[in-house]
């Protein structure tokens, strides 16, 4: 059994949500990183999501667009990324990790070469942004091949027959993107999230979690007994970036992964 069926497996016996924190690779420093990441764990988070940093991330908003930007101003590669996930493995092997980002940087090393590299490394799920089911056909094969499941964005307005062929292609779970818009916008319109995740289920048993607008318990609490699990962003990386440079590493991370400890009492609430 994969990581990232293990963990969901284990909370739905348990009458729990996953907690899915994103942060991108590499911001505000690679040397901070591996810390948050450890420190996500502790105060709750059940799966990291990690971004790739890249130049022109479409689906992001003002928050994340900028903490690409200082990733890259920090020279941050797809090579490096996976170094870090290689250090976390060192001292943890059960949280499952996904990298979510853009196809440019994936291509450009290869599917066949990205699958080997992030399957050694520990990676557990791939999220492309840009990548339409109707080209991700071969790079399913190889990520499969590899033990890595191919993870996929759902949006509001995705029609009946997407969603048919996009869940014939996913695997590990689904990422429901809860409002029209990018990352960190707009207000959650709880009744029009619900309504999608009905229609979404009636073609697939994948689990199911709702990111883009999650900014506190309230709002997380909200939507998780409606899904599998809740993707918190944009807010956590405002927190981060909010403490103060002068801390270590180990007190930035802690600080800002304390709203992932305040959100976590809030959905086991």
């Known amino acids: 059994m994969s990581r990232l069926a293990a963990v969901f497996a284990k909370l739905e016996k348990s009458g ?12 505000p420093s690679p040397a901070l990183t591996v810390p948050l990441m450890h420190e996500l764990v502790r105060q709750g988070a059940d799966i990291l999501e990690i971004g790739v940093p890249f130049s022109d991330p479409m689906a992001e908003g003002p928050v994340i667009q ?22 976390f493995r060192k001292s943890d092997q059960e949280t499952p990790l996904v990298l979510m980002g853009y196809a440019n940087p994936i291509e450009r090393m290869g ?31 190889i990520l499969r091949a590899a033990g890595i499941d191919n993870i996929f964005l759902l949006a509001p307005t995705s029609s009946e027959d997407r969603i048919k062929k996009i869940v014939s292609l996913a695997s590990g779970y689904l990422y429901c993107v809860s409002l029209n818009g990018v990352t960190g916008a707009g207000n959650l319109d709880i009744k029009a999230v619900s309504e999608k995740l009905a229609s979404i289920k ?22 998780a007994p409606l899904c599998e699990g809740v993707v918190v962003g944009s807010a956590l990386i405002e927190r981060l970036v909010a ?24 959905i086991d609430a």
């Open 66 to 87: 900028l903490a690409h930007e200082r990733a890259l101003a920090n020279k941050v590669t797809l090579t490096m990324v996976l170094e870090l996930v290689t250090e």
């Open 16 to 27: 729990r949500k996953a907690l899915v924190p994103y942060i991108v690779a590499g911001d």
């Open 111 to 141: 599917y066949q070469v990205f699958a080997d590299r992030a399957a050694s490394a520990g990676v557990d799920g791939l999220l492309t942004v840009d990548m339409p089911p109707e080209e991700a056909e071969q790079p399913t094969r």
């Open 243 to 266: 403490t103060d440079a002068d801390k270590t590493v180990e007190q930035r991370a802690a600080l800002a992964a304390a709203l992932i400890a305040e959100i976590r009492s809030a």
């Open 202 to 223: 009636r073609f697939t048993d994948l689990p199911i979690t709702v990111g883009f607008g999650i900014k506190d318990g309230v709002s997380a609490a909200a939507l």
